[in-house]
């Protein structure tokens, strides 16, 4: 069988002029990056709402080793509404170089439906992860060289700055660190650390950006620490927020490349949905609804993370308002969460399936509470039976909620034709309206219970002394409006990431809260969740090659 990198490697790429133009985009308004990738202007998003683009949002079930596949069948589904003779483009993120070369390895779809060039895309792309990670180096540079200063200083007290450096890269080592070290010429002694790219408030902030202005602006408004009299300090006082739009002002413009099959596919943006919102930028999802009738985008992780924040804050800050939610499920996927050994998945059992299908129960019932109508494609793999399809199907039909197979891996958009037909009767027939969790005005504790209690299932939420420090704190700075982004485990609804299915009568416990005031949300942080990851025992790295020609291996 063929990997992924063989099948991509195997397809002769049409030129990005050719496939610009099946989106009416004129040869002019590309900057080229080679034959197969270009940036779009920003022009076109302003488009996005006059001609009725359908917006299709793709989510999934709580995440498992097993896999669920929501990029592959949104590439999928994608290829197979251009197979029926719909306008459809597929907007997706930037992969992350941390997972890459980490457990989780490339992110650009699998089988006969991925997005191309593959390797570009998993690699350096067009710079704007880069670009994001040196705009917030400048910053926290420009913080550290304002505390050594004695003629322009603001009298920042460094044990208050909670702006980290980033890299692109999973590096346990830099997690907590000490800078300034080597005597007075090189800086005052401080603890700080890195995060990675993606954890960025940077790139949260160009992922919700609709223009340079509102960049420059949110740039401005980023959190810093307070002075040693206690005034709060933002990096407009600092001056930064212009030099640090400047370093953005190419990553803020949107990719355009290509699926397998030469549909069109914009990737732009790449923040972690476990840390940050989790979805590709508003930019980038008006951009193909100006030039598309159908818009298919994806949420990062579960439905109860990337897309309760894409619902709660990108279509809130971006005014999107979808059409219909496809959620991903698997066989492999509900037997683990019905308690089966992940070695044993290829094993066909109807008794794991039918413990595990609670957790697929409770997204859909998520989905209705944003007065959204669901689709559930049942990714397939090799290995499931018809009769563990026909009991997810039958579970699905019992709730009244459209169900389809896709296989999408094997057989790219013909794969999908009948997951698309599903989709357009739900997208063209929508008649409601989404609806947002809580409203801004709502105090943060109760913005933080709702999606705690309604989208989660939680009994209760708690405060460790440290996060009530914090609520006051976001309280005395006049942040009580901003939305909230949780930080929690993938693996689980709650924020025990062995607690897998359905779990019921948690608590769930909020450590901290930081601030991201430049992006305009709150991160309330549960659980143990890492802002720079490590590598595993055995890295994706270790198989990724390349050869006197050029030609790269092992990427997956």
């Known amino acids: 069988m063929a990997s992924d990198i063989e099948i991509a490697q195997s397809v002769k790429l049409k030129p990005i002029t050719e496939i610009a133009a099946k989106l009416g985009v004129d040869q002019d308004d590309l900057e080229l990056y080679g034959k197969y990738k270009a940036k779009l202007p920003l022009k076109y998003k302003d488009d996005y709402d ?49 997972p890459v070369f980490g457990i989780k390895g490339g992110a650009t779809g699998g089988g006969y439906s991925q997005v191309l060039p593959m390797e570009d895309i998993n690699l350096h792309f067009t710079g704007d992860f880069s670009a994001v990670e040196k705009a917030h180096n400048l910053l926290a540079a420009l913080i550290d060289n304002n505390i050594q200063s004695k003629k322009h200083s603001l009298n920042l007290d460094p044990r208050t700055i909670s702006w980290r450096r980033v890299m692109d890269m999973n590096d ?48 401005g408004n980023i959190f810093i620490g307070y002075t040693y009299d206690k005034q709060p300090i933002y990096a407009r006082d600092l001056k ?12 803020i413009k949107p990719n355009l490349v290509q699926t397998l099959e030469g549909t069109p596919a914009i990737i732009h943006g790449g923040p972690f949905a476990n840390i940050a919102q989790g979805t590709n930028t508003i930019v980038a999802t008006k951009t193909a609804m ?15 993370l990337g ?56 997204h859909i019932e998520n989905i209705k509470i944003f007065n959204l109508a669901p689709v559930v494609a049942i990714n397939k793999f090799a290995n499931d039976t018809p009769e563990e399809i026909e009991y997810i199907k039958d579970f699905c039909k019992q ?14 958009g013909e794969g999908a034709i009948s997951l698309a037909e599903e989709v357009l009767k739900i997208v063209d027939n929508n008649k409601s309206k989404y609806t947002p969790l809580y409203d801004l005005n709502d ?55 062995a607690l897998l299915g359905r779990p019921k009568d948690f608590i769930i416990t909020v450590r901290e809260i930081e601030i991201a005031s430049g992006a305009g ?36």
């Open 240 to 251: 930064a927020n212009g030099a640090m739009a400047a370093l953005l002002k190419d990553a």
């Open 50 to 98: 006059k001609h009725g683009s359908r917006l299709i949002l793709v989510s999934a079930i709580s995440p498992t080793p097993a896999g669920e596949g929501k990029t592959t069948i949104s590439i999928g589904l994608t290829q197979g509404l251009n197979r029926l003779g719909k306008k459809a483009t597929v907007v997706l993120r930037e992969p992350s170089l941390g």
């Open 443 to 497: 105090s943060i504790e109760e913005k933080i219970e709702k999606i705690a209690k309604k989208i989660y299932g939680a009994t209760a939420v708690d405060y460790t002394p440290k996060a009530k420090q914090h609520l006051k704190r976001a309280y005395d700075l006049g942040l009580g409006n901003l939305a909230v982004c949780v930080a929690k485990t993938q693996k689980s609804l709650s924020d025990n990431p």
């Open 399 to 412: 709730l009244g909620v459209p169900v389809a197979v896709a296989d999408v891996w094997a057989n790219g």
């Open 172 to 219: 346990r080592s830099l997690r907590h660190i000490v800078a300034g070290l080597g005597g007075t010429t090189s800086g005052i002694p401080r603890e700080t650390g890195f995060d990675i790219t993606a954890a960025s408030e940077i790139m949260a902030i160009l992922c919700i950006s609709n223009n340079i202005d509102d960049l420059k602006e949110r740039l």
């Open 307 to 362: 897309a309760e924040k894409f619902l709660d804050i990108k279509c809130r800050f971006g005014n999107l308002s979808p059409d219909g939610v496809v959620l991903v499920a698997t066989v492999r996927a509900l037997k683990y969460h019905g308690g089966m050994s992940i070695k044993d998945l290829a094993v066909p059992d109807i008794a794991y399936l039918k413990k595990g299908i609670e957790n697929l129960q409770k």
């Open 290 to 304: 100006a030039l598309s009738d159908y818009t298919i985008t994806e949420a990062g992780f579960g439905f109860d």
């Open 521 to 556: 949300f709150l991160i309330p942080i549960t659980g143990d969740i890492m802002r720079m990851p490590g590598l595993p025992e055995e890295p994706s790295s270790n198989n990724i090659d390349i050869d006197g020609e050029g030609n790269i291996t092992g990427l997956f």
